[in-house]
């Protein structure tokens, strides 16, 4: 598989696979170590999914200003490297018990990610553009997106058996342990960059710096306070009168303005022969805003329902195997207890005062009566966090056979355009949606609990649209953007996926306003389907830019 392809790319493989461990380790018992009332913060859904979705939308936000000083001052080499120092740090700070660390932690993560995400793409980008590998861009994006999703796959894993046995805080510190490793590897391969990781410098026509401060920067910076401190219109649906939700989610909005002004500008101030391509490119970033919308409830919603409405109880071999590698906990069955399966109480705030909550889901609570152990009896259940593995399980297994089919449609000359790929990747995406809705349905909307394999079927389809999407995204960005700004174009790619977070963890955040389940549902639907629509709209232009350039 590697003979083919440049030789940086099995470090660059190994290095974003060992970033991307790190990474989803975190994100998978993120909100499940916020909402812990021993160890954790005692938030609620609605708290959690809200800093869940700001996080990661900060997250993949700052790839526009870390594209930006790799492209004209640090070069990729070193700001892969920072970036990926300040996240290992990050990691290991999440775990503190303060909420003021765990904020510096969190800037820590969404800053290095910004200087490590978009330019060790770009940097692959690099050398697939040498006209002995062109034709092999997409696969390489391919075999690149590989990499990350089995550090995404075996993290769960570790995080899993860490937490059970050690705690929150150990669980975060093998994130940052899997960061530095990150780091060693992508240096171990420095031989075989070349000149590939130098900066491209300040191009004419090019903003100077310090306005990109004074004109993004700075105007975000102001207008995120304004969205912050700003208020919309009290009623009861909206008692304490936000315009989008939160003050969190009104300072991102607000702050996203300048940015997306910015990219506008690019557009409009291009050059001739560059105009089109960038419009292309801005139109895709617009479109895959709604299925990050949707792809991102992975860790929040569909995490909420692995935990609550999914039978998660081992038996036989399977409980040996899971209790032997600490992947599973004991609970005891007590019929008239307020106790969580975990022996907590769970707490909720209100007006400033902690309380016991008695209406918090329990496990047995949704399980049906002819399924109840014996009162004091006790059962084994896996850890919520392992159902982030799905996802990237299904990516191992189907990244090949995508690779084979396209491989196999290019020897013929059939094979789909790259906007085609993505258009289809939203259709497919939108279809998965559906097997929740029937989960739903099977579950009597939440009264019992269903089995596992809905959430795998799900997770299975939203991968082959990923698969269709998600590379193919880095792979055009690489392909139409104009030279000089290659990594700030990537940053755009981010930007889309960070507004699409954002949206994520309000879709979330209104998961218990849903009587009927369903409806979460069919609201994810809706978006994902308008979405295709739009994309299928503007395939033929987006074509006929590609023909322009003279590539597929």
Same mark, same amino acid.
């Not at 939700?245 to 409009?268: E, R």
């Not at 497919?428 to 019992?448: F, K, P, Q």
């Not at 994810?524 to 709209?537: K, P, S, W, Y």
């Given at each position: 598989?590697?003979?083919?392809?440049?030789?940086?790319?099995?470090y660059?493989?190994?290095?974003?696979?060992?970033?991307?461990?790190?990474?989803?380790?975190?994100?998978?018992?993120?909100?499940?170590y916020?909402?812990?009332?021993e160890?954790?913060?005692?938030?609620?859904e609605?708290?959690?999914?809200?800093?869940?979705?700001?996080?990661?939308?900060?997250v993949?936000?700052?790839?526009?200003?870390?594209?930006?000083v790799?492209?004209?001052?640090?070069?990729y080499?070193k700001?892969?490297?920072?970036?990926?120092?300040m996240?290992?740090?990050?990691?290991?700070?999440?775990?503190i018990?303060?909420?003021?660390?765990?904020?510096?932690?969190?800037?820590?993560?969404?800053?290095?990610?910004?200087?490590?995400?978009?330019?060790?793409?770009t940097?692959?980008?690099n050398?697939y553009?040498?006209?002995?590998?062109?034709?092999k861009?997409?696969?390489?994006?391919?075999?690149?997106?590989?990499?990350?999703?089995?550090?995404?796959?075996?993290?769960?894993?570790?995080?899993?058996a860490?937490?059970?046995?050690?705690?929150?805080?150990?669980?975060?510190?093998?994130?940052?342990?899997?960061?530095?490793?990150?780091?060693i590897?992508?240096?171990?391969?420095?031989?075989?960059?070349?000149?590939?990781?130098?900066?491209?410098?300040?191009?004419?026509?090019?903003?100077?710096?310090?306005?990109?401060?004074?004109?993004?920067?700075l105007?975000?910076?102001?207008?995120?306070?304004?969205?912050?401190?700003?208020?919309?219109v009290q009623?009861?649906?909206n008692?304490?009168?936000?315009?989008f939700?939160?003050?969190?989610?009104?300072?991102?909005?607000?702050?996203?303005?300048?940015?997306?002004?910015?990219?506008?500008?690019?557009?409009?101030k291009?050059? #001739?022969?560059? @105009?089109?391509p960038i /419009?292309?490119?801005?139109?895709?970033?617009? +479109?895959?805003?709604?299925?990050w =919308? &949707?792809?991102k409830l992975?860790?929040?919603?569909?995490?909420?329902?692995?935990?609550?409405?999914?039978?998660?109880?081992?038996?036989?071999?399977?409980?040996?195997?899971f209790s032997a590698l600490?992947l599973?906990?004991?609970?005891e069955?007590?019929?008239d207890s307020?106790?969580?399966y975990?022996?907590?109480?769970r707490?909720?705030?209100?007006?400033?005062?902690?309380?016991?909550e008695v209406?918090?889901?329990?496990?047995?609570?949704n399980v049906?009566e002819?399924?109840?152990?014996?009162?004091?009896?006790?059962?084994?259940?896996?850890?919520?966090?392992?159902s982030?593995?799905?996802?990237?399980?299904?990516?191992?297994?189907?990244?090949?056979?995508?690779?084979?089919?396209?491989?196999?449609?290019?020897?013929?000359?059939k094979?789909?355009? #790259?906007?085609? @790929?993505?258009?289809? /990747?939203l259709l497919?995406?939108?279809?998965? +949606?559906?097997?929740?809705?029937? =989960? &739903?349905?099977?579950?009597?909307?939440?009264?019992?609990?269903v089995?596992?394999?809905?959430?795998?079927?799900?997770?299975?389809?939203?991968?082959?649209?990923?698969?269709?999407l998600?590379?193919?995204?880095?792979?055009?960005v690489?392909?139409?953007?104009p030279?000089?700004?290659?990594?700030?174009m990537?940053?755009?790619?981010?930007?889309s996926?960070?507004?699409?977070n954002?949206?994520?963890?309000?879709?979330?955040?209104?998961?218990?306003?849903?009587?009927?389940?369903?409806?979460?549902?069919?609201?994810?639907?809706?978006?994902?389907?308008?979405?295709?629509?739009?994309?299928?709209?503007?395939?033929?232009?987006?074509n006929k830019?590609?023909?322009?350039?003279?590539?597929?």
């Open positions: 598989m590697w003979k083919s392809h440049p030789k940086a790319l099995p660059l493989f190994l290095s974003e696979m060992w970033e991307r461990f790190g990474y989803y380790l975190m994100i998978g018992i993120f909100t499940l916020l909402k812990d009332v160890a954790g913060f005692a938030m609620t609605k708290e959690a999914s809200d800093l869940y979705g700001t996080f990661i939308a900060l993949f936000l700052t790839p526009f200003v870390g594209g930006l790799a492209d004209r001052y640090l070069g080499k700001s892969i490297v920072l970036g990926g120092v996240m290992g740090v990050g990691y290991f700070m999440m775990g018990h303060s909420l003021t660390m765990l904020y510096v932690a969190m800037t820590l993560v969404i800053v290095g990610n910004g200087f490590f995400k978009p330019n060790i793409s940097l692959l980008g050398f553009n040498e006209d002995q590998y062109k034709e861009k997409d696969e390489g994006y391919n075999i690149f997106y590989m990499g990350i999703n089995v550090g995404a796959f075996i993290c769960n894993f570790f995080g899993a860490l937490q059970i046995l050690l705690g929150w805080h150990y669980a975060f510190m093998a994130a940052g342990v899997g960061m530095f490793i990150g780091v590897v992508f240096l171990l391969g420095t031989k075989h960059y070349g000149t590939k990781t130098e900066k491209k410098g300040v191009q004419e026509g090019d903003m100077p710096f310090y306005k990109i401060v004074l004109f993004i920067l105007p975000s910076v102001i207008f995120g306070v304004i969205g912050w401190l700003l208020k919309g009623s009861e649906a008692p304490d009168s936000y315009i939700g939160s003050d969190s989610t009104d300072a991102f909005i607000f702050a996203c303005i300048p940015v997306i002004f910015f990219y506008g500008s690019l557009y409009f291009a050059k #001739t022969e560059d @105009k089109r /419009g292309a490119l801005l139109a895709i970033f617009a +479109v895959v805003i709604l299925f =919308a &949707v792809f992975n860790g929040s919603a569909l995490t909420t329902w692995a935990d609550r409405y999914t039978d998660r109880e081992v038996t036989g071999t399977s409980q040996t195997v600490k599973s906990k004991e609970v069955f007590k019929k307020i106790e969580l975990d022996h907590n109480f707490l909720q705030k209100e007006n400033g005062v902690v309380k016991k209406n918090y889901p329990l496990y047995f609570r049906e002819s399924k109840k152990p014996a009162e004091g009896a006790k059962v084994s259940l896996w850890a919520t966090n392992l982030q593995s799905i996802n990237p399980g299904w990516v191992i297994i189907l990244t090949p056979l995508v690779v084979a089919f396209f491989t196999f449609l290019r020897s013929r000359k094979e789909p355009s #790259t906007p085609t @790929k993505i258009a289809f /990747g497919i995406s939108a279809l998965s +949606v559906l097997v929740m809705v029937a =989960a &739903v349905e099977i579950g009597n909307n939440g009264t019992e609990k089995s596992v394999w809905w959430l795998v079927a799900n997770y299975g389809i939203i991968t082959i649209g990923e698969l269709f998600s590379p193919m995204g880095l792979s055009i690489s392909k139409l953007s030279k000089n700004i290659t990594a700030l990537m940053g755009g790619w981010f930007l996926t960070s507004i699409g954002k949206l994520s963890g309000v879709l979330a955040s209104m998961w218990d306003t849903y009587d009927n389940k369903a409806d979460f549902f069919w609201v994810n639907f809706g978006l994902l389907m308008f979405a295709t629509l739009l994309m299928f709209v503007l395939v033929k232009k987006l830019v590609m023909q322009e350039k003279g590539i597929n």
